[in-house]
């Protein structure tokens, strides 16, 4: 745990809680109250399971064999049962407090059982809240949680922990949002989302681990959560004048770069053409039709890639192999970032050239225009699977890096930006913010006297890991899940721009 720990690019681990019904009674396959003092020490943060008593119509679950009901009154009693053996055993395990997921297992949606887990997720999550300091939390699939966990009648989970995996041969979508339940529930950071299941020997720093994946915008037993990487460097030039990446996709199954999108400059600086860029010396350069200039901006785990284009007169947003994105009655609409979810960030500017964000989706069918505490000037940069948008705020000559976070309000599909969380790095008398990636990690610049080293900025610890290499100024502009940064720099002996990809030690 401690090499992953340093390696790898999670921060939290789940444990199972020793004692509940329907998992291994051998005690030695539970972590014990040492283990887990010793990870949260190297940092990782906890989510502790219980996998109680479940639905007489569970589905393909052979090791299942305690139920509850078979009245709403038993499952109910049984429930509150449940809660109190699991805060007994989380206290056991050296956890005095924090959220505690009752595991309910997929099971068929009907009249009979559906209020038998209505029940018992009301007395579950009733009884854990009698205990100070402790939450409840729910782990289902998508239609349990739409039919029955969401009506439940006494008390609502506190989050929601969604298990929805790709079909065969789709990439996994790690994002909270657009899962198939309403954006609307549980909306402000209170889900998780388990993309993937069952990874075999998934190896980082040489040591291989099976694991389930997720995406987390939810309560856990936090860690220290202060990761500090080392860097090394690989440049690339798409053209012979200037090459400018944007932004990563993920990492390949063999540990290579992800896929890299950004422009290229020609002679004298312009026009400018879209290029992507996958390791080695090839580079493929897009135009889009008809435009002076063509710009690759953002890029998503399904290799979806969106971009902006110049057509003599105005900026145009575009999803590429797709349709156009075009903020209504803007006069220039510029395109930032895609999500997992579909999601389209940009910004756009009105007809007295006041900047805006915006919220899109991939057929350009609905649009979300947001500002930071309703003050024009929202420079959005980019854009995360949990609503973390990176953005910038003019503050006089000095620029203000940060994130904001979107969330549903409800009504008519509209989202609203809450509060501006900045990138601070001691000593910074300005910073930047140039992508967000799913862990909350943000890349960009921050200013220190007359130098201007790149960073990596975490909002979950508030650690900023300072990224450079000797002989480049670095203008770091996205990354990946995997803290791969990508970027332009320019060297002591060239005044032409580079590209570059960085990955930590």
Request: net charge negative; with cysteine.
């Amino acid at each position: 745990m401690q090499v992953w720990w340093s390696s790898s690019p999670y921060y939290d681990v789940f444990v199972y809680l020793y004692g509940s019904p329907n998992k291994n009674t051998v005690k030695s396959k539970y972590p014990t109250k040492q283990w887990l003092s010793t990870v949260e020490g190297y940092g990782w943060g906890v989510i502790p399971i219980w996998f109680g008593l479940q639905s007489s119509c569970i589905v393909n679950q052979p090791i299942v064999t305690q139920y509850f009901g078979p009245t709403v009154a038993d499952a109910s009693t049984q429930g509150a049962q449940q809660a109190d053996l699991a805060v007994s055993a989380a206290q056991a395990l050296g956890l005095p407090a924090g959220i505690i997921y009752t595991d309910i297992e997929n099971y068929t949606v009907n009249s009979t059982c559906s209020p038998l887990v209505q029940a018992y997720v009301d007395g579950f999550v009733s009884e854990i809240h009698v205990y100070n300091g402790y939450l409840a939390g729910v782990y289902a699939n998508v239609s349990p949680i739409n039919s029955d966990i969401s009506n439940a009648s006494v008390a609502q989970p506190d989050a929601i922990w969604i298990t929805k995996t790709p079909l065969s041969g789709k990439p996994p979508q790690v994002t909270i949002w657009n899962q198939g339940v309403s954006n609307t529930l549980w909306p402000n950071n209170q889900r998780t989302h388990q993309y993937l299941i069952d990874q075999t020997n998934v190896t980082w720093g040489n040591v291989p681990l099976n694991i389930d994946e997720d995406i987390e915008d939810a309560p856990v037993v936090p860690g220290t959560w202060v990761k500090n990487y080392t860097y090394s460097f690989t440049g690339f030039d798409c053209s012979a004048f200037g090459t400018y990446p944007q932004a990563i996709g993920p990492i390949t199954n063999g540990g290579q770069i992800g896929e890299v999108v950004g422009y290229i400059v020609d002679a004298g600086g312009s026009p400018a053409h879209a290029f992507t860029y996958s390791g080695g010396s090839v580079c493929t350069t897009y135009d889009y039709p008809n435009a002076t200039s063509t710009w690759f901006t953002g890029i998503n785990s399904s290799g979806q890639i969106v971009g902006q284009y110049f057509d003599g007169l105005h900026q145009h947003g575009f999803v590429y192999g797709g349709v156009p994105i075009n903020y209504p009655s803007a006069l220039n609409t510029y395109v930032k970032a895609i999500n997992d979810a579909g999601q389209i960030v940009g910004y756009w500017s009105d007809a007295v050239g006041n900047l805006h964000g915006f919220l899109s989706n991939t057929t350009g069918s609905a649009y979300t225009s947001f500002d930071y505490q309703n003050t024009p000037g929202t420079y959005v940069t980019g854009f995360n699977g949990i609503g973390q948008v990176s953005v910038e705020f003019p503050s006089g000559t000095i620029d203000q890096g940060g994130t904001l976070a979107l969330t549903p309000t409800g009504s008519n599909g509209q989202w609203v930006a809450a509060a501006f969380s900045q990138v601070v790095c001691a000593g910074a008398t300005g910073t930047t913010a140039y992508g967000v990636n799913n862990n909350g990690q943000v890349t960009g610049n921050y200013t220190v006297g007359n130098t201007s080293p790149g960073l990596l900025y975490d909002t979950n610890s508030g650690n900023c890991n300072p990224v450079t290499n000797s002989g480049w100024t670095l203008f770091p502009s996205g990354l990946n899940d995997a803290a791969q940064i990508i970027g332009s720099y320019t060297d002591t002996q060239s005044v032409v721009t580079h590209g570059f990809v960085a990955t930590h030690q």
